[in-house]
């Protein structure tokens, strides 16, 4: 029995270890040239001083994977159970799906800007970081809040422009956004708020509303698109990543019965959209560093029991989370913010704080600015009923 990963970054490594792990042989195919590596370093310290893809890789904890690096796949065949190379083709008996997602590019006319996903997009844009140059970054996520942070550090100008009322309003929500993007201004960083981008120049950018914003550097941080492209056209859900059950099994149109219809197919990481009862029943993909692990691991018992004859539980549960570090500041989140409305506990939304995040009478996610060790507490509880709402005891 082989098993093939296509992606070769945290979840396709994690996954092919766990695979190997149940016995089985796994090979992992890779368009970048490396073996995996660690991409959170890249909008921080990998950004102020040059690093590698080897100074970033990842510990592989076993030496019996096979590697095919280099080359991307370009096809998906579900009814002969083979991966598509250009020049050759590679059999599966159980596919896992891990190539992540790419920068969303903005459909505007003007030479297109840089972007970061890569070691030799983090490089290219180190470079252009000299001190006294102007940077211009379109998008107020987590890699455009952390990337003006960094960029501070190494003398640049930095403006902000985006769509969002606030910078990482989407996790955080409003109070803590504003906070965020004061911390940003009290280090000089210029936002330009509620505004769209109509046209790239050579030497900045047109405004939705007319306005230019001039610059020496642009970099585009405006979300993402999952890697599909390849499976394409073989009855999977492809409408946002790779739509899987609870086992993270890909969710297939073919019908039962038909050959190659059975085979095992999965997906982990950035480009899986599952389940997750924790929270509810929709599925949604989690572009968290710590997906890949937990849906990788995941993907190999699964993998192990299918082959084996055995039917996995729908049991899946894995609490995500995510850290960022800004200037002083070092956010950390567990659960899903972004289902909830957001509460201070403890702390200012300017400064050192922890804020939960309820929907209806549930703790559905918790961020912490500098709150390391009391947020630690928080884990058991996401996904129950909070405290405040119980009866009380009599
Ligand atoms: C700059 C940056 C900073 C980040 N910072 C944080 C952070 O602070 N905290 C946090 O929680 N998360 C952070 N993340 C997110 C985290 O790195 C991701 O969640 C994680 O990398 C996802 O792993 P993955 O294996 O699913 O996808 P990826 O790491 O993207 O790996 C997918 C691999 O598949 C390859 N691939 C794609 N298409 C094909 C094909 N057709 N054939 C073969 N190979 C293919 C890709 O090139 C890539 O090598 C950051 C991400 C970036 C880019």
């Given at each position: 029995m082989t098993v093939v990963v296509v992606g070769a970054g945290l979840a396709g490594l994690r996954a092919a270890e766990a695979v190997r792990g149940h016995g089985l042989a796994v090979t992992v195919l890779g368009d970048e040239r490396h073996l995996p590596y660690n991409r959170p370093p890249l909008s921080k310290a990998a950004l102020r001083e040059s690093a590698t893809a080897a100074d970033l890789a990842f510990r592989i904890r076993r030496d019996d994977l096979g590697w095919r690096l280099?080359?991307?796949?370009?096809?998906?065949?579900l009814y002969r159970r083979e991966v598509l190379l250009a020049d050759d083709t590679v059999p599966f008996d159980a596919l896992i799906i891990a190539t992540g997602i790419r920068p969303r590019v903005l459909p505007v006319p003007g030479p297109p800007p840089m972007v970061l996903r890569t070691v030799e997009d983090a490089e290219a844009l180190r470079r252009a970081l000299t001190p006294g140059r102007r940077l211009l970054i379109i998008g107020a996520g987590f890699i455009g809040c952390e990337v003006a942070a960094t960029a501070r550090a190494m003398g640049c100008a930095v403006t902000v422009c985006a769509a969002d009322a606030e910078p990482m309003i989407r996790p955080l929500g409003e109070h803590l956004g504003a906070g965020l993007r004061r911390r940003h201004e009290q280090a000089g960083v210029e936002f330009h708020l509620g505004v769209g981008v109509s046209g790239y120049e050579p030497s900045g950018v047109t405004l939705s509303d007319g306005r230019t914003l001039t610059a020496d550097v642009i970099l585009s941080a405006v979300g993402s698109v999952p890697n599909t492209q390849w499976c394409a056209?073989?009855?999977?859900?492809?409408?946002?990543g790779v739509l899987t059950d609870n086992r993270l099994c890909a969710v297939r149109t073919t019908a039962a019965g038909e050959e190659g219809a059975e085979a095992p197919v999965l997906a982990v990481g950035d480009i899986a959209r599952f389940p997750n009862p924790l929270f509810d029943e929709v599925p949604r993909r989690i572009e968290h560093w710590s997906m890949p692990t937990d849906t990788g691991r995941r993907a190999g018992a699964v993998i192990a029991a299918l082959l084996a004859g055995q039917s996995p539980a729908l049991d899946f549960r894995p609490l995500p989370s995510f850290w960022s570090d800004q200037y002083d500041a070092t956010l950390q989140s567990f659960?899903?913010?972004?289902?909830g409305v957001p509460t201070?506990?403890?702390?200012?939304w300017d400064g050192d704080c922890i804020v939960e995040y309820h929907r209806d009478d549930v703790l559905v996610g918790v961020v912490g600015v500098n709150r390391t060790r009391e947020l630690a507490t928080y884990r058991p509880r996401i996904g129950s009923v909070s405290d405040a709402s119980q009866p009380a005891a009599d």
């Amino acid at each position: 029995m082989t098993v093939v990963v296509v992606g070769a970054g945290l979840a396709g490594l994690r996954a092919a270890e766990a695979v190997r792990g149940h016995g089985l042989a796994v090979t992992v195919l890779g368009d970048e040239r490396h073996l995996p590596y660690n991409r959170p370093p890249l909008s921080k310290a990998a950004l102020r001083e040059s690093a590698t893809a080897a100074d970033l890789a990842f510990r592989i904890r076993r030496d019996d994977l096979g590697w095919r690096l280099g080359q991307p796949v370009v096809g998906l065949d579900l009814y002969r159970r083979e991966v598509l190379l250009a020049d050759d083709t590679v059999p599966f008996d159980a596919l896992i799906i891990a190539t992540g997602i790419r920068p969303r590019v903005l459909p505007v006319p003007g030479p297109p800007p840089m972007v970061l996903r890569t070691v030799e997009d983090a490089e290219a844009l180190r470079r252009a970081l000299t001190p006294g140059r102007r940077l211009l970054i379109i998008g107020a996520g987590f890699i455009g809040c952390e990337v003006a942070a960094t960029a501070r550090a190494m003398g640049c100008a930095v403006t902000v422009c985006a769509a969002d009322a606030e910078p990482m309003i989407r996790p955080l929500g409003e109070h803590l956004g504003a906070g965020l993007r004061r911390r940003h201004e009290q280090a000089g960083v210029e936002f330009h708020l509620g505004v769209g981008v109509s046209g790239y120049e050579p030497s900045g950018v047109t405004l939705s509303d007319g306005r230019t914003l001039t610059a020496d550097v642009i970099l585009s941080a405006v979300g993402s698109v999952p890697n599909t492209q390849w499976c394409a056209g073989n009855g999977l859900d492809l409408v946002d990543g790779v739509l899987t059950d609870n086992r993270l099994c890909a969710v297939r149109t073919t019908a039962a019965g038909e050959e190659g219809a059975e085979a095992p197919v999965l997906a982990v990481g950035d480009i899986a959209r599952f389940p997750n009862p924790l929270f509810d029943e929709v599925p949604r993909r989690i572009e968290h560093w710590s997906m890949p692990t937990d849906t990788g691991r995941r993907a190999g018992a699964v993998i192990a029991a299918l082959l084996a004859g055995q039917s996995p539980a729908l049991d899946f549960r894995p609490l995500p989370s995510f850290w960022s570090d800004q200037y002083d500041a070092t956010l950390q989140s567990f659960g899903m913010p972004a289902l909830g409305v957001p509460t201070l506990a403890s702390g200012s939304w300017d400064g050192d704080c922890i804020v939960e995040y309820h929907r209806d009478d549930v703790l559905v996610g918790v961020v912490g600015v500098n709150r390391t060790r009391e947020l630690a507490t928080y884990r058991p509880r996401i996904g129950s009923v909070s405290d405040a709402s119980q009866p009380a005891a009599d």
